[in-house]
């Protein structure tokens, strides 16, 4: 690679032979800039070829390999509609089916044809990879959250749990390069993220979408004020220095406070009031795998005196879709020590 920058900047004639790509590529960048569109997907997987190319030319020693996550890192979110031919389409989510594992799945697939039912991919339990069962929710907060939320508002679906990152299986690749999870298909459009996916569902299913209160933040406060101790937990789980136990409850303030706080205090335990809203989807299932893993891998209690913290968890517990959607311990704890271990790789 150093090489062929060298004649890259170098030689004239060299560097021409590159110009209509580089001009493809610009236009590209500007064809999808602030869009969801395919060419966003397109960069992505551009990016990625580019990435093999470097890889598989660069001899051993001095080959520094892209990994995988750093790869995802470095093109960015990507929110897209693939334009795929519907008989493509319909090959992949058949396989999905398959690949689910589940015969009921794949004996209802008749009923799915020709309608426009959400399909939702998340992350199954690695646990039950080897049994090729797909029932238990994987340790994926984001995934969580979309299914969550399809729950929350009664919008009919089908979920598909499958590996992410390197463990997703080839054909899923097609629907996502880097094989991250969520990714929704609905009709023509496959989304990713789950913020995405959250405002896609807004969009296209407004009716049902309406069950969920709008939240009622004290003023000043931001989703992200609240949400902040889930990197600071991760980043000691990876141990990053100067994060601690001590850093996780200071961000946790931020939502104790903001609980205590809430204008709508009187009318329930969530930011949605008696119901969840956008926020309390969004953050439990952080603060669920926060409590499991901080006490299992790092001896960290949440102290007693976030009452409001304890009191949110101990509520969200008593919702039944909360629950539904909750992995096992194991399942989290499978996840979570893999964040630990992959700073030492
Ligand atoms: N911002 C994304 C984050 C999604 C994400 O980080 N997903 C993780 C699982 S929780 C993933 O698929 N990682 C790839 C891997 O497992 O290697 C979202 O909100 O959906």
Redesign the pocket.
């Known amino acids: 690679f150093p090489d062929f920058l060298h004649l890259y900047r170098t030689r004239g004639e060299f560097r021409s032979w590159f110009q209509p790509l580089v001009e493809d590529f610009s236009r590209a960048t500007q064809a999808g800039r602030g869009k969801r569109n395919r060419w966003c997907i397109r960069l992505g997987i551009i990016q990625s070829t580019l990435m093999d190319v470097v890889d598989f030319l660069d001899p051993e020693p001095r080959a520094e390999k892209f990994h995988?996550?750093r790869r995802?890192r470095l093109v960015g979110?990507i929110d897209n509609a693939l334009d795929l031919p519907e008989s493509i389409r319909k090959l992949y989510r058949d396989t999905a089916e398959l690949m689910s594992g589940s015969l009921s799945a794949v004996t209802s697939l008749s009923l799915d044809k020709g309608s426009d039912v959400v399909r939702l991919y998340v992350?199954a339990s690695e646990n039950r990879y080897s049994e090729n069962d797909p029932t238990e929710s994987g340790?994926?907060?984001?995934?969580q959250r979309v299914m969550l939320f399809l729950l929350e508002s009664g919008i009919p679906h089908r979920l598909i749990s499958i590996g992410?990152?390197?463990k997703a299986p080839s054909w899923y690749l097609n629907l996502h390069p880097?094989?991250?999870?969520?990714v929704m298909e609905h009709g023509n459009s496959i989304v990713?993220?789950?913020?995405a996916i959250i405002q896609y569902l807004r969009e296209n299913f407004p009716e049902p979408c309406r069950k969920i209160p709008t939240c009622s933040l004290p003023r000043g406060t931001t989703e992200r004020n609240l949400s902040e101790f889930r990197r600071a937990f991760y980043y000691w789980l990876r141990g990053e220095r100067g994060m601690n136990a001590k850093s996780v409850t200071t961000q946790l303030r931020w939502l104790e406070d903001a609980l205590r706080k809430r204008p709508n205090i009187s009318e329930g335990p969530f930011f949605g009031g008696s119901s969840l809203c956008d926020v309390d989807i969004s953050i439990l299932p952080h603060l669920h795998r926060l409590s499991v893993a901080g006490r299992e891998l790092k001896g960290y209690e949440i102290p007693e005196e976030l009452s409001a913290v304890h009191g949110y968890i101990k509520a969200a517990k008593n919702n039944e879709n909360f629950l539904s959607t909750l992995p096992t311990t194991s399942s989290v704890l499978v996840g979570y020590e893999r964040v630990m271990h992959r700073k030492r790789e």
Not at 139 to 143: A, E, K, L, M, V
């Open positions: 995988l996550h995802a979110p992350k340790d994926c907060p984001f995934s992410s990152g390197s880097y094989g991250t999870v969520p990713e993220d789950s913020g």
